[in-house]
Every structure is written in structure tokens, then in C-alpha cells.
């Protein structure tokens, strides 16, 4: 029979032995495969008239980027059942695996969230006002979100957040102008200070999607304290999830901008 000599350690090595072990290695992923994401949407209490678009987002979302789960953080207080209901339809009708995890006392409407769902986690301590009779089974305690990952067998997946800045546009100002600048937003002939941001430093705004047009473009403006300077940004069009970063430079001929949707 044919053998063959390891380079490591000498030893003679079958043909059947030489496919075992590279079957064996095939089997392995390699180190620069890209786990699959997981998106959790925050439903809490400022959000909840609103959950419904955030969760439809995050659902689009997910599909997209090919994620390995999406899990629903309840902490809000108790919504209403009409709301439970279309958030549970949200669920079903998403093509990626779905959970709940429930972080805080919840009222009996939640129920029909927690039966469009996979499986029911809920923060130790939480108790249930009724028994999910979904085929996930009795909801399993966790302390924390990393143990929900660590049960779905998820750990060390890049997590993403969906939140109420994927309905509106998040603003990104880096300033390397040596002197202070002061940010406004235009649109439709109106402007709004954002605020202040200092030389050599940078500073986020979210604006939320009912001070956003319902179409058309926004633009930025920056005007450079004690001068007569000023820098404005391409128009950018609106949509939901949008993120713009503009980084003013010392000469403002040479500021840039760019934006992207969240995804």
C-alpha cells in the first residue's frame, strides 16, 4: 500500500489514512469566514408607537444581510393588543429565525408576540402572566443578552441594533478645521441648529423621522466661528435609516461627505 511521510513528524501515512485526515480538515471552517449577524430590535417605551415600522425595518433588514437571528427585546411597558397583534404578523412574515427575549414584566397582550416566535427567552426574575403553548416550549430564563446568544449558539456574532434611529437620519459631524463650527440642517429653505462641535473633535445627532420631509433632499451647513466661512454638503436624499458623516477640513474646499442607509 502506498504511504506517505509527514514533513512534522516522520510518521508514514496511509492513502486511507491521508483522506480521513483531509476530510477532517475540510470539515473546519476557516479562520476568515464571516459568522452571520444577529439583529436585535429594542422595543421600550419610547418606541412603542412606533414599533411596528422599526421592527418591519429590522425584519427587511435581516433578510438582506443574510442574519442567523433576530431577536426582539421587550422592555417596554404593556402594548396594546391591536399593536401586539400586527407586531406578531411583523414576525411571522419575516423569512429569518425570530425570538423573544422579555426583560421586563410584560401584560397578556405580549402573548401574541411570544407565539410568532421560535422560542421565548425572559430575564431571570421576569415572570410570565400566562405559558407560551407554542412549540418553543416554556420560556427559558437568561440573565443577559449574551446568554441568549450563547444558547442560540451565536457567541461572537457582530450584533446589530435596531432602534428608532433607523426611522430617522443620524448626523456625523468630524471637525479638523482648527477653529470651533456651528451645524445646522436645511431643507426647503429653513435651517435648524444641531449644535457645536469643537476643533479636533466630532459629534452624532439623530433626527427623528417626524422632523424629516416625507420626500425630497436635506442638507447640512457648517459655519466656522469668528469668520465669515461657511460649508455646505451635497443634498442628500432622504429615507428612513439614513446616516450622513461630513468631515470639515481646515481648508473647507476640502470637507467631504458621504451618507448610507442602515442595514
Known amino acids: 500500500m502506498a ?18 485526515l483531509f476530510l477532517a480538515l475540510s470539515a473546519v471552517p476557516s479562520a476568515g469566514a464571516a459568522q452571520a449577524p444577529v439583529y436585535r ?19 427587511t433588514a435581516a433578510a438582506e444581510a443574510g442574519a442567523a437571528a433576530l431577536v426582539l427585546v421587550v422592555r417596554a411597558a404593556p402594548v396594546d393588543g391591536a399593536t401586539a397583534r400586527r407586531l406578531a404578523e411583523v414576525l411571522r412574515r419575516g423569512s429569518v429565525p425570530a425570538y ?25 426574575g421576569v ?7 407554542s412549540g418553543a416550549g416554556s420560556p427559558q430564563p437568561v ?18 441594533t435596531v432602534d428608532a434611529r433607523w426611522l430617522g437620519a443620524t448626523v456625523r459631524v468630524e471637525n479638523d478645521n482648527w477653529r470651533d ?6 431643507r426647503g429653505g429653513q435651517r435648524r441648529r444641531l449644535g457645536t ?24 451647513v457648517a459655519e466656522v466661528i469668528g469668520t465669515t466661512e461657511r460649508a455646505t454638503t451635497p443634498p442628500v436624499p432622504v ?23 442602515r442595514n
Open 239 to 261: 429615507e428612513a435609516g439614513v446616516v450622513i458623516e461630513w468631515r470639515i477640513a481646515n481648508m473647507l474646499s476640502q470637507s467631504s461627505a458621504h451618507h448610507w442607509v
Open 100 to 124: 423573544a427575549w422579555i426583560a421586563r414584566d410584560p401584560g397578556p397582550t405580549v402573548r401574541a408576540v411570544a407565539l410568532a416566535v421560535d422560542r421565548v427567552f425572559v430575564e431571570t
Open 143 to 160: 440573565s443577559d443578552f449574551d446568554a441568549v446568544l450563547s444558547v442560540l449558539g451565536a457567541d461572537g456574532a457582530r450584533v446589530v
Open 127 to 133: 415572570r410570565l402572566p400566562w405559558a407560551p403553548d
Open 3 to 20: 504511504h506517505l511521510t509527514t514533513a512534522v513528524s516522520g510518521q508514514r501515512l496511509t492513502v486511507r489514512q491521508i483522506g480521513l
Open 197 to 220: 462641535v469643537t476643533s479636533m473633535n466630532a459629534r452624532e445627532w439623530t433626527l427623528p423621522d417626524t422632523e424629516l420631509p416625507m420626500a425630497g433632499r436635506i442638507h447640512l
Open 181 to 186: 463650527v456651528r451645524v445646522f440642517v436645511a
Open 41 to 59: 430590535v429594542i422595543l421600550e417605551d419610547g418606541l412603542r408607537s412606533r414599533a411596528e415600522r422599526v421592527l418591519e425595518r429590522a425584519v
